[in-house]
């Protein structure tokens, strides 16, 4: 055996102990985004699970935190809104509220 099969025998990487459909994603994944580069595809995923890279959901949690901030401001001004006090009309047209 030469030197340079030797290398690539211990220095390989395998992925056969996965389900066959994601083994199948990966591949594709690392052909379509990465020109077949799977140690980028795979070190492109690390970044992501790690949290170096976004996934991209951030953008949506962030507009969710802020939808929350709003939905509970409202809440808030709802429960110190008065009600409203009632008016009475008398018969000669002078207008009474129920604190008179």
């Not at 690539?8 to 083994?23: C, L, T």
């Not at 690392?30 to 995923?45: E, K, P, S």
């Not at 507009?63 to 009632?86: D, F, H, M, Y």
């Amino acid at each position: 055996m030469t030197n340079d099969i030797r290398e690539r025998i211990v220095n390989g990487f395998a992925i056969n102990r996965i389900q066959p459909e994601k083994k199948k994603w990966f591949i594709e994944f690392a052909r379509d985004t990465f020109f077949d580069d799977r140690g980028m595809a795979l070190n492109h995923l690390i970044d992501v699970y790690t949290g170096l890279i976004t996934s991209g959901v951030e953008h949506l949690e962030i507009a969710i935190g802020e939808l929350r901030t709003e939905v509970n401001e409202l809440k808030e001004q709802v429960s110190k809104k008065e009600e409203p006090k009632k008016v009475k009309t008398m018969m000669n047209g002078k207008k009474m509220t129920g604190d008179e």
